[in-house]
């Protein structure tokens, strides 16, 4: 999908405090270690689930909640949480989540990486143990000139992005770590920036330097990572698509993921309404036409799009909850 752009972010100093405070100094992901702190509790009220789903769950998932709301499998839930532990009912290995990332001309409503880390994040825990989040952090060894370069060559893509993008993609990381969860930017070699500098397409370059980082980060944790442990994905829409787009296939880890962790993997993306626009790209999503934002009013909805890619769109913000027509 061409919604989603990188997220050239070259934040050294909080990064290196994202990656450092409190974990292993090692790049690889580490086997399990019955020394680590456990898991903080839940919060969660009672008789809401308050994790990931085992394992032995992924064979036989219940019936559907929420209240169906028309075609593809359409689901309204009163709160974005419900309509997450939906999702996770089939206790996927690895979550991939998608978001639109928010822009400078669009209303100042809350991004869906921030309503992310602050209503969702805490139904991953304790199962998941890993999250790879879209953030570029670069080798320190590389010369200085080559993240300079990659920046400024990216900048028709990054500059209608709110500012404020980045940051929030690094509260996510620290979220997630006072969860118990692991995160982990994506780190490229420096012959991975140049190879991004001498392209032809530089976009698009990046654009597959993500999606292998982000494969190379996987596997290595399902490689070593006990099999009930679940990893999650954060990052721009485009990426996680099982079904990828004529072209766009290097841009995409959805398909070599998925294989790897033998078909568990679920596809999830994450729209903010406020963002929908009746014009393309929005006007291709297979969802689009099937969305009413007037009868979508403070309902958080739920569409399958495919056996195991899902669309969550969160509710209107109250700043912005005038009923429209259909976008």
């Not at 397409?201 to 399902?222: K, Q």
């Not at 739920?302 to 027509?325: D, G, Q």
Request: hydrophobic share 40%.
């Amino acid at each position: 999908m061409r919604l989603a752009r990188p997220s050239v972010a070259l934040i050294t100093n909080l990064l290196t405090a994202l990656v450092a405070c409190g974990s292993p100094p090692a790049a690889n992901h580490p086997a399990p270690d019955a020394t680590a702190p456990p898991a903080p509790a839940s919060s969660s009220a009672p008789g809401t689930p308050s994790a990931m789903p085992s394992a032995t769950a992924r064979a036989a998932s219940p019936p559907a909640a929420g209240r169906a709301c028309g075609e593809l499998d359409c689901r309204a839930f009163d709160t974005a949480r419900q309509a997450f532990e939906q999702v996770l009912t089939s206790a996927p290995r690895v979550i991939a989540m998608g978001e639109a990332h928010a822009q400078k001309a669009a209303p100042g409503v809350e991004s869906a990486t921030s309503r992310f880390a602050r209503e969702l994040l805490p139904a991953l825990a304790p199962r998941t143990k890993g999250i790879v989040i879209e953030l570029l952090a670069p080798d320190r060894r590389c010369e200085q000139h080559e993240e300079q370069a990659v920046a400024e060559r990216t900048k028709p893509v990054t500059e209608p992005q709110r500012e404020t993008n980045q940051s929030d993609f690094v509260a996510l990381g620290f979220a997630a770590k006072k969860l118990g969860i692991r995160a982990e930017p994506l780190i490229p070699t420096c012959d991975e920036l140049k190879t991004v500098l001498h392209a032809d397409n530089d976009v698009g370059a990046l654009l597959e330097l993500i999606a292998n980082i982000t494969v190379r980060e996987t596997f290595d944790f399902l490689d070593h990572q006990n099999p009930e442990a679940a990893l999650a994905i954060y990052g721009g829409l485009l990426h996680n698509d099982v079904t990828p787009k004529p072209g766009q296939e290097a841009w995409s880890f959805g398909p070599r993921i998925r294989d790897h962790a033998h078909g568990s993997y679920v596809e999830l993306d994450l729209i903010v309404p406020e963002l929908i626009r009746n014009e393309p790209p929005w006007t291709e999503l297979p969802w689009f036409s099937h969305y009413d934002r007037t009868s979508a009013a403070g309902q958080t909805l739920l569409y399958r799009t495919a056996p195991a890619s899902f669309v969550l769109i969160f509710p209107r913000s109250e700043a912005t909850a005038t009923p429209k027509a259909n976008p």
